[in-house]
């Protein structure tokens, strides 16, 4: 069987990874919360600044060490459907700890750091789990201009953005008179981005919280906004590779009854009445052809059909 694949015999993903990033204080956190099914590694402490109606029925781990995480890998997480990294550049020092100690990292340091956290993005990413790395704000110079980039050094973001599916910016805009947080995962002249699902170029995320802190809504924006649009994009792709499947099943089971020439005749007549869907048809044509090889039909070219084998 040929690993070359065509866009409709691909495995689809069932879970999403991506990344949230901004300045402090835009509600990084609570957002990511709103996926479904939420457990939060906090890793820099920040689960304290999260307004409380949004951690009900939130689990959290406290990360006080790289052993912590080893350790919670080990645990039975079925019951969760998304892991929050929070935050992955904090995350970064605590392998960084865990390599060298007390002692900043030197040259000969960083391949090891590297492989601990490329470990550590394979082992959460077959955990078949909605992903979620949150990070703070950083700046890139190109030319003259001023580019938003997650803070996380450079190899280490090369590495992890090629996985990611989405990557949202989040900041504050002041709209006549009146503050609202967004994101955009699209990638502008100001902020880098990923946006693999067509979402909108800017969207606001809505304030559920009244002026004396109590809820208003419910905190559900990336279940709601983003993870049903990416999913309802991948579900007509399921939906048109479920339809290839059984088409090519469908033309498999009348090849199996190719049992000589008339019957090749027939079907080759007929290759062209199937509703072919992508490449079924070169498909038919491939399997149609091995078929007769494996009966030994002989192809005439000026009556254009197969006779059987002298």
């Not at 038919?284 to 090889?293: D, H, I, Q």
Request: some cysteine; overall charge neutral; hydrophobic content about 40%.
């Amino acid at each position: 069987m040929s690993l070359i694949k065509k866009s409709n015999e691909l495995v689809l993903p069932s879970t999403i990874k991506m990344m949230l990033y901004g300045q402090a204080g835009m509600r990084k956190t609570t957002t990511a919360l709103s996926a479904p099914a939420p457990l939060l590694l906090d890793f820099d402490n920040g689960v304290k600044r999260v307004n409380m109606s949004h951690l009900d029925g939130v689990d959290i781990v406290q990360i006080t060490s790289w052993d912590d995480v080893d350790e919670v890998l080990k645990e039975d997480l079925s019951a969760y459907k998304t892991i929050i990294v929070d935050t992955i550049g904090k995350m970064l020092d605590f392998i960084i700890s865990k390599k060298c100690g007390t002692r900043q990292p030197q040259v000969r340091d960083w391949s090891g750091i590297n492989q601990e956290f490329q470990n550590f993005v394979r082992n959460i990413s077959n955990l078949n789990k909605n992903v979620i790395f949150v990070a703070h704000r950083d700046t890139r110079k190109e030319g003259d201009s001023t580019v938003f980039i997650p803070a996380l050094r450079e190899k280490s973001y090369n590495s992890i953005v090629t996985e990611l599916d989405l990557l949202g910016y989040m900041e504050a805009r002041n709209e006549n008179g009146r503050v609202k947080a967004t994101v955009t995962f699209d990638p502008t002249e100001r902020n880098d981005g990923k946006n693999t699902c067509n979402l909108p170029a800017v969207m606001e995320i809505p304030t559920i919280l009244d002026a004396q802190g109590n809820p208003t809504g419910e905190n559900d924006f990336i279940t709601r906004k983003v993870l049903k649009p990416y999913f309802a994009m991948l579900a007509v792709k399921q939906e048109e590779q479920k339809k290839y499947n059984a088409l090519i099943e469908d033309i498999k089971d009348n090849i199996a009854l190719i049992t000589d020439a008339e019957s090749a005749n027939d079907f080759a007549s007929r290759i062209d009445a199937f509703e072919h869907i992508g490449n079924s048809k070169p498909k038919a044509r491939e399997l149609f052809a091995r078929k007769v090889g494996e009966l030994n039909l002989v192809y005439n070219k000026e009556t254009k059909k197969y006779a059987d084998a002298v």
